[in-house]
């Protein structure tokens, strides 16, 4: 017993530093490189447009397919009529898996893979919008 105690003594140090560093802070500058992989479908920023996606100026608390002049599929139209909403929780998830979280949706990526990418990209977004918390 006393090897397994000195075992985990001697990892314990390496495991909360790897856990750290897992869960490091948003970070808005990481997320606009990651954001890097929205560009050709997505704008944010002075002047944004629509592309084959909504821009995403004023993303937070905006509630789903409801952005003037960008045409909505008919599911995300249906999300936001059932009160899908976008804040950071939300957001997490949508990022993780689109058409999980709003089926049918006409978005084709398929998501971002590592939460910290997730988190950094909506930390970028909040610089855009007036009503991120």
Known sequence: MPKLMKAMALAAPLFLGLYGAAHADPDADDGEKVFARCKACHAVGEGAKHKVGPELNDLFGRVAGT????????????????????????????????????????????????????????????TFSENAQ
């Open 67 to 126: 952005v003037e002049g960008f045409k909505f599929s008919p599911a995300m139209h249906e999300a936001g009529e059932k009160g899908l909403v976008w804040d950071e929780e939300t957001l997490h998830a949508y990022l993780a898996a689109p058409r999980s979280v709003v089926p049918g949706t006409k978005m084709a990526f398929a998501g971002l893979k590592k939460p910290d990418d997730i988190e950094d990209v909506i930390a970028y977004l909040k």
